[in-house]
Every structure is written in C-alpha cells, then in structure tokens.
C-alpha cells in the first residue's frame, strides 16, 4: 500500500543520547516535511525538502538536522536529544512544495 | 508571519448533525488545505482549496480567498468524524502554518 512509513511508532529516550527518526516514501514525492505536534502549539515545520540532495530549515529547526539523500527517505536525527524535544513527529510528503501533503502515522517521543 | 485562526475550538454534537467549521487567515495565501485528525492520531489530508468549493461525500469545503476564510462543513456527522480538524495555509514559500485545530465529538 503507497504511503509514509515511519519508525519507530514511540521511543523512551534518555537526555542526551543520539537519535534518529525514520522516514521512508513510496509515492515519488518530490518534497518532504518534518513536523512536531505539541498541545497548545499545533503542528510546527522542523525541516523540509524540495527534492533529493537537498534540505531546509522550517520553523523550529534548532537541535535537529536532517538529510535526503535519495527520494525516498528523510530521516531526521536528534543529535543530543533534551526534554524539550519531547513530542510527536510527523513526517509528511508531497509531490512538489505547495502541493497537498500527507502524513505518516508519527513517531511519539519522549525524552527524560 | 501569516495569523490562522480556526473556530469554534470545541464543538460537541450529537450523530446525523451538520457541522460547519470556519478558518480564517490574515493574509493573501497560495494554497490552504483541511486535515482531520482522528482519535488514534493520524492526520489525513481532507481538502487541497486554495479557492472555490469542493465536496467528497459528506465533506465540502469552500474557500473565499478575498475575504481569508475557509469553511469545512460535515453534513450527518457520525461517531467516526470524531477527532481534531485543522486548517493549514502557505503562502507559495515551504512553511504550511496551521491553525490549532477544531476538537469535534460526535456522540451516538
């Protein structure tokens, strides 16, 4: 079934430690999108990408970094994760920037 | 930056209602689309209406672009179109600002 794969569906995280989350497409989208949903503050851009070999940096982008190396996959690593980034991460995709987006299922993180 | 304002925040009603949830904008935009997302936490992209009206069953949304409001309406709600819808909107450039969303419950 086409779609947005994400991994892991949660994970308990020490403070500190080296993190990363995984994204992989198989719809042939040119763009991909990192988000997090906190309450009160809806959905935020992390980072982006127009296409393959190349990134963005979104709303929030301090303390995460991100790659596209081919069409498929964008993970985003965590590189000394803190209790503030606690929350819940969407991955999205669309065929090109401006076009509608689709959501992966998330990944709930919680750092202590 | 771009304001996007959704109401009502809450909206609890009972199954077979009709529904109508409004979003506003603060300035002109290129695209704005309409998600649900259901109480297991998915998000599923509902409506892609820069402008103009579109429906999917029970689903139609309609977009005044000049006047920076869109308005989704649900007609016979069932207990499924539970869960949080927001409204999200760019302006052409990679940042889709979304509203905080309307928290509908349909009771059987």
């Known amino acids: 079934i086409a779609g947005i794969t994400q991994a892991p569906t949660s994970q308990i995280l020490a403070a500190g430690r080296r993190m990363t989350l995984r994204c992989t497409q198989d719809?042939?989208?040119?763009?991909m999108y990192w988000y997090r949903q906190d309450l009160g503050l809806g959905l935020r851009l992390i980072h982006y990408?127009?296409?393959?070999?190349?990134?963005g940096k979104g709303e929030v982008p301090d303390g995460y970094s991100v790659s596209r190396a081919n069409t498929d996959d964008f993970p985003l690593t965590l590189a000394s994760a803190v209790p503030s980034q606690t929350s819940v991460y969407f991955c999205?995709?669309?065929?090109?920037?401006?076009?509608?987006?689709?959501f992966g299922d998330g990944t709930r993180l919680s750092i202590l | 930056g771009i304001q996007v304002e959704q109401s009502p925040p809450d909206l609890i009603l009972q199954e077979g209602a009709n529904s109508t949830l409004r979003c506003n904008f603060s300035?002109?935009?290129?695209?704005l689309q309409w998600f649900h997302q259901n109480p297991w936490g998915q998000l599923i992209n509902l409506f892609y209406?820069?402008?103009g009206t579109k429906q999917n069953g029970r689903l139609s949304a309609t977009t005044v672009a000049t006047e920076r409001y869109s308005l989704l309406y649900i007609s016979s709600s069932q207990t499924t179109d539970s869960g949080v819808y927001f409204c999200?909107?760019?302006?052409?450039?990679?940042?889709?600002?979304f509203g905080q969303g309307t928290r509908l419950t349909i009771n059987p």
């Open positions: 999205a995709s669309s065929l090109m920037i401006g076009q509608p987006q689709h």
């Open positions: 719809m042939r989208h040119n763009a």
């Open positions: 990408s127009n296409t393959a070999g190349t990134t």
């Open positions: 300035d002109s935009v290129n695209n």
């Open positions: 209406i820069p402008s």
């Open positions: 999200a909107v760019d302006r052409g450039a990679q940042k889709l600002v």
